[in-house]
């Protein structure tokens, strides 16, 4: 305990020197700032940010760019209640329950509420860290393969039971995504699969890409063929404040989902991923009236919020005490570290005691100036949905033009996004619902990896699922978890199964 | 209509023909084909910085990942040869590409302007950490006698970590199970865990789990022992001298890139090389960096084609 | 969208009982089709040591069966017609995005921005040329000062044909 104190002391110390304040508040603020323009991810910043780091010191850098990191995470929650526009896989839960909040002229509720979740969670994740990262990264290390592909399957199920309408076209959405993340070079013989024949294609399709068609600019072409619906959104704006009763609803929500997104975000195989997925898969199923969700319920917004920005703060964890980027963002923060001469591994801790405990301590101050950041800034959100829609859509689109033009700094992926934009809109006329597909997607990847390589490592044995017991453990889970999904519906008779 | 037409080509061309007088006159743009963050991206944007202040215009790294780092280098070697669009060339697109990618678009040899080595970084061979073996010679022979129970991870398919430990192989002559992952993260967090048993990859990348103990190090495939890591011993003297493997990365610009300006960069690249901050920066990632005699785009034009013609038998019988 | 269910004169419609589910179960049949002809060339290995084809195959099966099912279901389940389609809306928001895409290379930011938006702002009825272009060059202006001088994205703002042009 006295080692703990002495080292959050230590942290503190070092984060709370003027410099070191300033740095983290320019990060949270630049990273706001990119979280919330549509399409434009940290990762783009984070590069060309890099080369003016080069005059501070590693730990100073470093700061700044986490800064930016969780600030980006915290600006894209902005975006997808406000224009129904995921930036980063982690969101895509938040755009079904905090948009339809908008609609409803709560989004200053939604924000607020957001804020709030986020920050408990961030202040939770940095003891978290502080405390137990080392104990933890042994955990993170009997997942192998096997298990890992357990997890995903635990995922896809939490997708079933997102789906607001029908569970056979949801399951038909997770499918499509699953089969999209098939596209591009496998893995294992370097064989080039359903590209069409495009080089662009031969890594796959990326997220950013998918996601901006499917929910932006589908979004988009929708609410211009119907006035209505895009009118609701100016309509009538409600309180900026979340109410008393909010905060009830909400108490628990954030706890929960602190709770799973920070435990998520340890494994090294990006698990923060799936968090916010968990996080509403548990308050949809405990919820007295699971009808409300995906029709703007709090909890629905506060849960997955908060195990968002757990995950996201936890997820240093594998980088600092392993050395281990968990998803590409951290692997950019290795980069960065590399620059600044810390390689990072399980050494940093030990050797570099104030890099690693000023960084966990700049995390929680990072989360303080979030809130101070954003709360002021909800009103001018809230304001900025009552620009028209005619000026509001262009706007929307050449923000993503730009973001999507410079993940990778190729035209062809605004191409791609066009397309995928038709592909969105021709199944929202088909009545599907994107969000399933998304998850898909995202797990899709990871899956098929997982999948073969612990055939692989088996030599072709299914068995190895079974016989090892946290993989066991995690199908097991899934199976439950797919039971109490499907049936209370089965046994409310056919209609109900298919409209819910 | 047509003078107008004419006048302004006129202006472009003058102007044009003024740029290359006073090149650079603009920020010139570096293309590095993998993602920011990565070892590539790294040297570039460490040397980047320091040849900015010797042209006098800032150098802006731009990442075009795919394909092995192909997609980018295509895309590079098509781009205007006005020296504005130069790119950070790799082991990978200018060495192993053509025996990797059947339909390349580019020659490494024939379609590049060579401006110079920037740095390299080893290739280590390393176990999990309760290999039953040693010492390298004890591994070759565990590998030998064990060849169908082993497990290599690499981190997909034209990746450093996937071509070194092909070379390894077959001049071990052995086959064994090769997992891949997508990436050296993934693949590194399986061997500290014992998932798999061996990989060779670039030392920046292995360097503090090895200090750390979580992984085992055999050798490290240059002549001569790291800094970064004293104890390692070489492959030469652990016994596997043929197996000489360093990812370099040298900067080119498109084929007929005017000679005054291949010259100027090469000539800011050497800058670069000869200051000792930049150098530290190299050196502290464990990079080699080139010799005087390997400086300048003459030896790199030689390299890379003796290069093409070292990965090419090794990666064409390879089981894919 | 099942907000819309049944509407009242549902019961005189004929064979089909829902529009909007046939199409969905078509739709998905012809992507599982396109999708499995794509990757008829794959190999697919076996059981043991799974191929490059085998998962997709997997995939375009069960996705073709939940086609399958939804077009029987839409025989005999009264559900939602099919909307409207318009096509002002993708003509000129999609055609906003391939313009952005062609022009930004060779034009920079400079030009696409300006003609991707105004393109793009055609889709809407409340469409003015005037306003379309102050806003959409003033838009531009915010896009460079904000991602190229603020967050310093490798964006070209004057593109590779006009380059020569701005000599500076």
């Known amino acids: 305990m006295e080692a703990f104190l002495g080292n959050l002391a230590l942290g503190f110390g070092v984060a709370l020197t ?18 919330v323009l549509p399409g434009v991810g940290p990762i783009a910043t984070i590069a060309m940010l890099l080369p003016i780091t080069f005059g501070f010191d590693p730990t100073g850098a470093l700061i700044m760019l986490a800064g930016i990191y969780y600030g980006a995470q915290y600006g894209g929650s902005t975006t997808a209640i406000l224009v129904n526009i995921p930036g980063e896989a982690t969101s895509v839960v938040t755009v079904l329950d905090g948009h339809q909040m908008a609609k409803q002229g709560r989004a200053g509720v939604a924000l607020g509420m957001a804020a709030m979740g986020s920050f408990f969670a961030g202040t939770v994740a940095t003891l978290f860290i502080a405390a137990l990262g080392q104990p933890l990264t042994k955990l993170a290390q009997l997942f192998g393969p096997a298990e890992y592909f357990s997890l995903m399957i635990m995922g896809l199920v939490f997708a079933v039971v997102l789906a607001r309408g029908s569970i056979l076209k949801a399951m038909c959405m997770i499918l499509l995504g699953l089969l999209l993340a098939t596209v591009g070079t496998d893995l294992e013989t370097g064989q080039e699969r359903m590209t069409l024949g495009i080089q662009d294609l031969s890594d796959g399709v990326d997220f950013a890409v998918l996601a901006m068609g499917i929910f932006g600019f589908a979004e988009i072409v929708r609410n211009l063929e119907n006035p209505e619906t895009r009118d609701v959104v100016r309509a009538a704006i409600g309180r900026l404040w979340p109410s008393k009763d909010d905060f009830r609803q909400s108490y628990f929500p954030i706890l929960r989902g602190t709770l799973i997104g920070a435990v998520l975000g340890i494994l090294p195989g990006n698990g923060a991923v799936l968090g916010p997925f968990a996080s509403y898969t548990v308050e949809k199923k405990i919820a007295k009236d699971p009808k409300r969700f995906g029709r703007g319920a709090i909890e629905g917004v506060a849960g997955p919020e908060s195990a968002n920005n757990a ?5 240093f964890i594998p980088l600092l005490t392993l050395g281990i980027p968990p998803n590409a963002v951290m692997a950019l923060m290795v980069g960065a570290m590399t620059i600044h001469g810390i390689i990072p ?156 | 209509m047509k003078k107008l037409v004419l006048a302004l080509a006129a202006t472009a061309m003058m102007t044009g023909a003024a740029q290359a007088q006073s090149y650079p006159n603009r920020p010139v743009t570096m293309i590095v084909p ?32 795919g394909a092995g780092g192909t997609t980018g280098i295509t895309r590079a070697a098509q781009s205007k040869n006005d020296g504005y669009t130069i790119m950070m060339g790799h082991m990978g697109t200018h060495g192993a590409a053509p025996a990797l990618y059947a339909n390349l678009k580019y020659d490494p040899v024939k379609d590049f302007e060579p401006v110079g080595m920037a740095a390299g970084t080893p290739i280590l061979i390393v176990g999990k950490k309760n290999f039953p073996a040693k010492d390298l010679k004890e591994m070759m022979a565990y590998l030998k006698a064990n060849a169908d129970k082993v497990n290599q991870a690499h981190a997909g398919i034209g990746a450093v970590s996937h071509m070194t430990c092909i070379m390894f192989n077959s001049q071990l002559g ?105 150098k530290g920066r190299l050196l502290e990632l464990g990079g080699v960096l080139p010799t005087k005699d390997e400086r300048g785009g003459k030896w790199l034009g030689e390299f890379v084609g003796k290069e093409v013609a070292r990965w090419t038998p090794v990666l064409k019988d390879a089981p894919k | 969208m099942s907000d819309q269910v049944a509407p009242s004169e549902d019961q005189s419609r004929g064979l089909i009982k829902s529009t909007q589910e046939l199409g969905a179960g078509l739709f998905l049949i012809a992507i599982a089709l396109f999708f499995y002809w794509q990757g008829l060339d794959l190999p697919r290995g076996s059981l043991r040591a799974l191929g490059p084809g085998m998962l997709p195959l997997a995939l375009v099966t069960l996705l073709g069966v939940g086609g399958l099912m939804m077009v029987i279901f839409s025989l005999f389940e009264v559900g939602p017609r099919l ?42 009825d409340e469409f003015e040329l005037k306003e379309a272009t102050i806003f959409s060059v003033a838009m531009t202006i915010v896009c460079i000062l904000l991602f190229k001088t603020l967050l310093r994205l490798p964006i070209p703002v004057i593109g590779t044909l006009l380059e020569p042009f701005f000599p500076f």
């Open chain 1, 345 to 500: 591994g399980p050494q940093v801790m030990t050797k570099n005691p104030e890099l690693f405990w000023g960084m966990v301590a700049s995390m929680w101050i990072g989360n303080l100036m979030l809130v101070i950041i954003n709360l002021p800034l909800i009103g001018l959100w809230v304001k900025l949905l009552q620009v028209p829609y005619r000026m509001m859509f262009p706007a929307i689109m050449i923000f993503c033009c730009i973001g999507i033009y410079s993940i990778n700094n190729s035209t062809s992926d605004v191409l791609f996004t066009a397309f995928f934009g038709l592909v969105g809109y021709t199944l929202l006329k088909f009545g599907f619902e994107p969000a399933p597909m998304l998850l898909g997607f995202v797990l899709g990847k990871l899956m098929e990896e997982k999948l073969r390589q612990a055939l692989i490592l088996s030599r072709g044995s299914f068995s190895t699922f079974i016989e090892r017991p946290v993989s066991a453990g995690l199908l097991l889970v899934a199976v439950v978890m797919l039971a109490i999904a499907l049936l209370p519906s089965i046994q409310k008779g056919r209609d109900e199964v298919f409209t819910e």
């Open chain 3, 83 to 124: 909307e409207r389609w318009s096509l002002r809306g993708p003509f000129f928001v999609f055609g906003g995005i391939i313009l952005f895409a062609l022009l930004i290379r060779t034009c920079g930011l400079m030009v696409a921005g300006p003609v991707s938006m105004i393109f793009g702002m055609m889709a809407s």
């Open chain 2, 34 to 65: 993998f993602a920011a963050g990565g070892p590539t991206d790294i040297v570039a944007r460490i040397v980047g910085e320091h040849m900015s202040k010797t042209l006098g215009q800032q150098i802006v790294v731009e990442n075009v990942a």
């Open chain 1, 18 to 35: 003027l410099n070191n304040i300033f740095l983290c508040f320019v990060g949270c603020m630049v990273g706001t700032l990119i979280g």
């Open chain 2, 174 to 278: 052995i086959k064994p199970t090769a997992v891949p992952y997508s990436g050296t993260g993934p693949a590194l967090n399986d061997l500290v865990s014992g998932q798999v048993d061996y990989m060779c990859d670039q030392i920046v990348n292995l360097v503090q789990q090895i200090k750390a103990g979580s992984i085992k190090a055999y050798a490290i495939a240059t002549p001569v022992r790291s800094p970064a890591l004293p104890d390692v011993p070489t492959t030469v003297e652990a016994g596997m001298p043929d197996y000489q493997v360093t990812a370099w990365n040298a900067i080119f610009a498109p084929k007929d890139t005017p000679k005054e300006i291949v010259t100027g960069l090469t000539d800011a690249l050497n800058k670069a090389l000869d200051d000792e901050a930049t």
């Open chain 1, 311 to 315: 995950g996201a703060q936890t997820a």
